[in-house]
Protein backbone atom coordinates (compact mmCIF):
# COMPACT_ATOMS: atom_id res chain seq x y z
CA UNK A 1 0.00 0.00 0.00
CA UNK A 2 2.73 2.56 0.90
CA UNK A 3 4.90 2.01 -2.51
CA UNK A 4 1.27 3.44 -4.10
CA UNK A 5 1.69 6.72 -2.99
CA UNK A 6 5.62 6.55 -3.36
CA UNK A 7 4.91 9.05 -6.61
CA UNK A 8 3.07 12.01 -3.91
CA UNK A 9 6.82 12.18 -2.75
CA UNK A 10 7.15 13.83 -6.29
CA UNK A 11 4.03 16.20 -5.34
CA UNK A 12 5.60 17.12 -2.27
CA UNK A 13 9.01 18.20 -3.28
CA UNK A 14 7.72 20.06 -6.46
CA UNK A 15 5.16 22.24 -4.70
CA UNK A 16 7.83 22.61 -1.80
CA UNK A 17 10.25 23.73 -4.41
CA UNK A 18 7.56 25.80 -5.97
CA UNK A 19 6.73 28.14 -3.13
CA UNK A 20 10.60 28.58 -2.79
CA UNK A 21 10.79 29.72 -5.78
CA UNK A 22 7.89 32.13 -5.77
CA UNK A 23 9.36 33.52 -2.49
CA UNK A 24 12.77 33.81 -3.93
CA UNK A 25 11.10 35.83 -7.17
CA UNK A 26 9.46 37.79 -4.62
CA UNK A 27 12.20 38.62 -2.43
CA UNK A 28 14.59 39.37 -5.46
CA UNK A 29 11.49 41.80 -6.53
CA UNK A 30 11.67 43.47 -3.35
CA UNK A 31 15.19 43.81 -2.23
CA UNK A 32 16.26 45.37 -5.75
CA UNK A 33 13.09 47.47 -5.94
CA UNK A 34 12.21 45.69 -9.01
CA UNK A 35 8.34 47.08 -9.02
CA UNK A 36 9.12 49.96 -11.67
CA UNK A 37 10.16 49.98 -15.47
CA UNK A 38 13.52 49.68 -16.15
CA UNK A 39 16.03 47.17 -18.25
CA UNK A 40 19.06 45.80 -16.37
CA UNK A 41 21.43 43.07 -17.17
CA UNK A 42 23.14 40.44 -15.11
CA UNK A 43 25.42 37.37 -15.17
CA UNK A 44 24.08 34.14 -14.05
CA UNK A 45 26.60 32.61 -11.48
CA UNK A 46 25.32 28.74 -12.45
CA UNK A 47 25.99 29.07 -16.71
CA UNK A 48 28.08 32.43 -16.43
CA UNK A 49 26.07 34.00 -19.61
CA UNK A 50 24.65 37.63 -19.60
CA UNK A 51 20.76 37.61 -18.97
CA UNK A 52 18.87 40.67 -19.70
CA UNK A 53 15.98 41.97 -17.96
CA UNK A 54 12.43 44.08 -18.68
CA UNK A 55 10.09 45.17 -16.51
CA UNK A 56 7.02 47.08 -18.06
CA UNK A 57 3.44 48.53 -15.83
CA UNK A 58 -0.07 47.84 -16.89
CA UNK A 59 0.52 45.22 -19.74
CA UNK A 60 -2.50 43.41 -20.55
CA UNK A 61 -2.04 39.47 -20.65
CA UNK A 62 -4.17 36.36 -20.64
CA UNK A 63 -7.34 39.47 -20.69
CA UNK A 64 -6.01 40.81 -17.34
CA UNK A 65 -4.23 43.91 -16.79
CA UNK A 66 -1.29 43.64 -14.12
CA UNK A 67 1.05 46.02 -12.61
CA UNK A 68 4.21 44.78 -13.44
CA UNK A 69 5.33 42.27 -16.26
CA UNK A 70 8.99 40.82 -15.66
CA UNK A 71 10.90 39.16 -18.87
CA UNK A 72 14.48 37.74 -18.83
CA UNK A 73 16.21 36.92 -21.72
CA UNK A 74 19.26 34.97 -22.21
CA UNK A 75 22.06 36.92 -24.20
CA UNK A 76 21.13 35.22 -27.58
CA UNK A 77 17.71 36.62 -27.36
CA UNK A 78 16.07 33.45 -25.94
CA UNK A 79 13.00 34.13 -23.52
CA UNK A 80 14.23 32.26 -19.71
CA UNK A 81 11.77 33.68 -17.89
CA UNK A 82 8.32 35.78 -17.33
CA UNK A 83 6.70 36.82 -14.04
CA UNK A 84 3.73 39.28 -14.27
CA UNK A 85 2.42 40.15 -10.77
CA UNK A 86 0.02 42.44 -8.89
CA UNK A 87 1.14 43.56 -5.11
CA UNK A 88 -2.14 44.00 -3.94
CA UNK A 89 -3.50 41.70 -3.15
CA UNK A 90 -0.93 39.46 -3.82
CA UNK A 91 -1.25 37.45 -7.06
CA UNK A 92 1.00 36.75 -9.95
CA UNK A 93 2.42 33.99 -12.97
CA UNK A 94 5.93 33.17 -13.39
CA UNK A 95 6.98 31.03 -16.27
CA UNK A 96 10.41 29.46 -16.57
CA UNK A 97 12.61 28.09 -19.54
CA UNK A 98 15.18 25.49 -17.56
CA UNK A 99 17.72 25.84 -20.14
CA UNK A 100 17.46 29.19 -21.25
CA UNK A 101 17.47 30.29 -17.35
CA UNK A 102 20.37 27.96 -16.85
CA UNK A 103 22.19 26.39 -19.91
CA UNK A 104 23.74 23.43 -17.72
CA UNK A 105 20.89 21.94 -17.50
CA UNK A 106 20.08 19.70 -19.71
CA UNK A 107 16.44 19.93 -19.91
CA UNK A 108 16.04 22.06 -23.21
CA UNK A 109 12.34 21.55 -23.93
CA UNK A 110 11.27 21.66 -19.54
CA UNK A 111 8.84 24.71 -19.35
CA UNK A 112 7.73 25.50 -15.68
CA UNK A 113 4.73 27.62 -14.41
CA UNK A 114 3.43 28.71 -11.61
CA UNK A 115 -0.09 30.54 -10.71
CA UNK A 116 -0.40 31.98 -6.93
CA UNK A 117 -2.63 34.19 -5.44
CA UNK A 118 -3.96 35.56 -2.13
CA UNK A 119 -6.99 36.90 -3.59
CA UNK A 120 -8.94 33.68 -4.32
CA UNK A 121 -12.10 32.41 -2.68
CA UNK A 122 -11.74 29.02 -0.35
CA UNK A 123 -8.16 29.71 0.57
CA UNK A 124 -5.62 31.86 2.33
CA UNK A 125 -3.09 30.78 -0.74
CA UNK A 126 -3.36 28.93 -3.31
CA UNK A 127 -1.06 27.91 -5.85
CA UNK A 128 -0.68 26.05 -9.69
CA UNK A 129 2.21 24.31 -11.09
CA UNK A 130 2.33 23.09 -14.49
CA UNK A 131 5.26 21.58 -15.93
CA UNK A 132 5.50 20.25 -19.34
CA UNK A 133 8.25 18.67 -22.08
CA UNK A 134 10.56 17.00 -19.44
CA UNK A 135 12.73 14.97 -21.35
CA UNK A 136 12.55 11.05 -20.74
CA UNK A 137 15.01 8.63 -19.88
CA UNK A 138 13.67 5.68 -18.63
CA UNK A 139 10.21 4.20 -19.98
CA UNK A 140 8.37 5.09 -16.59
CA UNK A 141 9.32 8.52 -16.39
CA UNK A 142 6.86 11.59 -16.69
CA UNK A 143 7.13 14.44 -18.98
CA UNK A 144 4.02 16.75 -18.04
CA UNK A 145 2.24 17.27 -14.71
CA UNK A 146 -0.15 19.89 -13.08
CA UNK A 147 -0.54 19.95 -9.63
CA UNK A 148 -2.96 22.34 -7.42
CA UNK A 149 -2.51 23.54 -3.60
CA UNK A 150 -4.51 25.93 -1.58
CA UNK A 151 -4.12 26.28 2.40
CA UNK A 152 -6.74 27.33 4.44
CA UNK A 153 -6.29 27.84 8.47
CA UNK A 154 -4.14 24.88 9.26
CA UNK A 155 -5.75 22.17 6.58
CA UNK A 156 -3.85 22.18 2.87
CA UNK A 157 -5.88 20.56 0.18
CA UNK A 158 -4.08 19.02 -2.86
CA UNK A 159 -4.81 17.00 -6.22
CA UNK A 160 -2.77 16.51 -9.17
CA UNK A 161 -1.96 14.24 -12.19
CA UNK A 162 1.48 13.11 -13.75
CA UNK A 163 1.74 11.93 -16.83
CA UNK A 164 3.80 8.63 -17.71
CA UNK A 165 3.19 8.52 -21.72
CA UNK A 166 5.05 5.21 -21.94
CA UNK A 167 3.60 3.43 -18.45
CA UNK A 168 1.79 0.10 -18.46
CA UNK A 169 0.65 -2.06 -15.74
CA UNK A 170 0.44 -6.01 -15.16
CA UNK A 171 -1.04 -6.35 -18.84
CA UNK A 172 1.94 -5.46 -20.69
CA UNK A 173 0.31 -5.43 -24.08
CA UNK A 174 -2.33 -2.74 -23.30
CA UNK A 175 -1.64 0.47 -25.08
CA UNK A 176 0.92 2.16 -23.33
CA UNK A 177 0.17 5.45 -21.37
CA UNK A 178 -1.24 5.88 -18.00
CA UNK A 179 -1.93 9.48 -15.26
CA UNK A 180 -0.96 8.96 -11.68
CA UNK A 181 -3.93 10.65 -10.22
CA UNK A 182 -4.01 12.02 -6.33
CA UNK A 183 -6.62 14.11 -4.05
CA UNK A 184 -5.26 14.44 -0.45
CA UNK A 185 -5.54 16.69 3.00
CA UNK A 186 -2.87 17.52 5.46
CA UNK A 187 -3.49 19.01 8.55
CA UNK A 188 -0.19 21.02 9.53
CA UNK A 189 -0.27 21.59 13.06
CA UNK A 190 -1.20 17.89 13.43
CA UNK A 191 1.34 16.27 10.76
CA UNK A 192 -1.27 14.13 9.08
CA UNK A 193 -2.29 13.33 5.89
CA UNK A 194 -5.28 11.53 4.20
CA UNK A 195 -4.76 11.00 0.12
CA UNK A 196 -6.69 8.66 -2.35
CA UNK A 197 -4.59 7.81 -5.85
CA UNK A 198 -5.83 6.46 -9.35
CA UNK A 199 -4.26 5.43 -12.40
CA UNK A 200 -6.66 5.77 -15.46
CA UNK A 201 -5.36 5.95 -19.39
CA UNK A 202 -4.10 9.04 -19.43
CA UNK A 203 -6.12 9.69 -22.58
CA UNK A 204 -9.34 9.92 -20.77
CA UNK A 205 -11.01 13.29 -20.98
CA UNK A 206 -13.18 14.11 -18.14
CA UNK A 207 -12.32 13.95 -14.41
CA UNK A 208 -15.74 12.69 -13.39
CA UNK A 209 -15.43 9.63 -11.13
CA UNK A 210 -12.15 9.78 -11.85
CA UNK A 211 -10.83 8.49 -8.47
CA UNK A 212 -13.88 6.08 -8.39
CA UNK A 213 -13.80 4.57 -11.66
CA UNK A 214 -9.74 4.15 -12.10
CA UNK A 215 -8.93 3.68 -8.40
CA UNK A 216 -5.97 1.96 -7.64
CA UNK A 217 -8.22 -1.69 -7.00
CA UNK A 218 -10.05 -1.23 -9.50
CA UNK A 219 -7.34 -0.79 -12.08
CA UNK A 220 -5.10 -3.39 -10.57
CA UNK A 221 -7.88 -6.37 -10.80
CA UNK A 222 -8.75 -5.81 -14.48
CA UNK A 223 -4.97 -6.06 -14.89
CA UNK A 224 -4.87 -8.87 -13.07
CA UNK A 225 -8.54 -10.59 -14.35
CA UNK A 226 -7.19 -9.60 -18.05
CA UNK A 227 -3.79 -12.04 -17.37
CA UNK A 228 -6.14 -14.82 -16.57
CA UNK A 229 -4.94 -15.01 -12.65
CA UNK A 230 -7.46 -16.39 -10.38
CA UNK A 231 -9.96 -14.44 -8.49
CA UNK A 232 -8.91 -15.80 -4.91
CA UNK A 233 -5.35 -14.93 -6.07
CA UNK A 234 -6.52 -11.32 -6.72
CA UNK A 235 -8.02 -10.80 -3.71
CA UNK A 236 -5.34 -12.07 -1.82
CA UNK A 237 -3.03 -9.93 -3.46
CA UNK A 238 -5.31 -6.45 -3.20
CA UNK A 239 -6.02 -7.63 0.31
CA UNK A 240 -4.34 -4.62 1.72
CA UNK A 241 -4.90 -1.85 -0.50
CA UNK A 242 -7.90 0.17 0.73
CA UNK A 243 -8.60 3.75 -0.13
CA UNK A 244 -8.15 6.55 1.31
CA UNK A 245 -4.57 6.34 2.29
CA UNK A 246 -3.68 7.77 6.17
CA UNK A 247 -0.41 9.17 6.89
CA UNK A 248 1.36 10.52 9.81
CA UNK A 249 4.93 12.51 10.23
CA UNK A 250 6.10 8.77 10.56
CA UNK A 251 4.73 7.99 6.91
CA UNK A 252 2.23 5.25 6.24
CA UNK A 253 -0.22 3.80 8.81
CA UNK A 254 -3.31 2.26 7.71
CA UNK A 255 -5.78 2.52 4.75
CA UNK A 256 -9.62 2.34 3.63
CA UNK A 257 -11.71 1.61 6.95
CA UNK A 258 -8.56 1.19 9.44
CA UNK A 259 -9.09 4.52 10.18
CA UNK A 260 -6.01 5.29 12.56
CA UNK A 261 -6.72 5.86 16.08
CA UNK A 262 -5.98 9.51 16.04
CA UNK A 263 -8.74 12.43 17.33
CA UNK A 264 -7.15 14.42 14.35
CA UNK A 265 -8.18 12.35 11.42
CA UNK A 266 -11.71 13.55 12.00
CA UNK A 267 -14.75 12.97 9.48
CA UNK A 268 -14.77 16.14 7.57
CA UNK A 269 -10.92 15.36 6.97
CA UNK A 270 -10.72 12.40 5.93
CA UNK A 271 -13.45 13.16 3.62
CA UNK A 272 -11.77 13.75 -0.12
CA UNK A 273 -14.93 14.14 -2.19
CA UNK A 274 -14.75 17.73 -2.83
CA UNK A 275 -11.39 17.35 -4.46
CA UNK A 276 -10.92 15.94 -8.18
CA UNK A 277 -8.24 16.09 -9.76
CA UNK A 278 -7.17 17.38 -13.77
CA UNK A 279 -8.79 15.32 -16.90
CA UNK A 280 -5.76 13.10 -17.43
CA UNK A 281 -6.26 13.94 -21.62
CA UNK A 282 -5.46 17.77 -20.30
CA UNK A 283 -2.47 16.84 -18.59
CA UNK A 284 -1.14 14.58 -21.25
CA UNK A 285 -1.46 17.79 -24.08
CA UNK A 286 -0.26 20.23 -21.47
CA UNK A 287 2.02 22.32 -22.74
CA UNK A 288 3.47 25.55 -20.93
CA UNK A 289 4.28 28.62 -23.09
CA UNK A 290 5.46 32.22 -22.78
CA UNK A 291 2.77 34.96 -22.65
Not at 10 to 15: K, M
Request: glycine share 6%; with cysteine; net charge negative.
Amino acid sequence: QSEIYEQLRLFVRVGEHSAEFVESIMGIISDHNLDQEMELTFVNDDDNRTKMVKITEGETIEGAVWQFNMKVSDEDGAMALQVFWNTSPVKGVAIMNLYEMDRTNSNKNAMYRIDYSEDEDGYDQQMTVSISGLEMEEDDDLDNLKMFVGKKADIVELYGNANFPEMTLADEDATPGRSYCFVAKSNVSEDVSVAQAAIPPNTVNSAENLMEDYSIVSVLTEELEHLGIPQVFIDAMLSQIGSPAYFSNNGFVSSGDDIPDNDAFTNDFIDLSGLSPFAPSDVKNLSVSFQ
